[in-house]
């Protein structure tokens, strides 16, 4: 009955697929874990600070570029 519990906690067997492979570079470390995040950052700010611009206020007297833009 020993053996049997032994053998479940057994953790000196390997999986398929668990070795590591071969080690990042300095530069894929820089690229993958600086560069990447602050370049996603930046996209996602300007793309935000131009979806949430002021839009221009049209004359009272024009009528609105698009029918989106006026309320009747």
């Given at each position: 009955?020993i ?11 390997v999986?398929?697929?668990a ?6 570079t300095a530069?894929?470390t ?18 935000v ?14 009528k ?5 833009d006026?309320?009747?």
């Amino acid at each position: 009955m020993i053996h049997m519990i032994a053998s479940a906690f057994n953790m000196g067997s390997v999986e398929g697929g668990a070795m590591p492979g071969e080690p990042l570079t300095a530069v894929q470390t820089f690229l993958y874990f600086v560069v990447t995040p602050v370049g996603l950052f930046l996209l996602i700010t300007v793309l935000v600070l131009a979806g949430t611009r002021e839009k221009k206020k049209t004359e009272p007297s024009k009528k609105p570029s698009s029918v989106i833009d006026s309320i009747e």
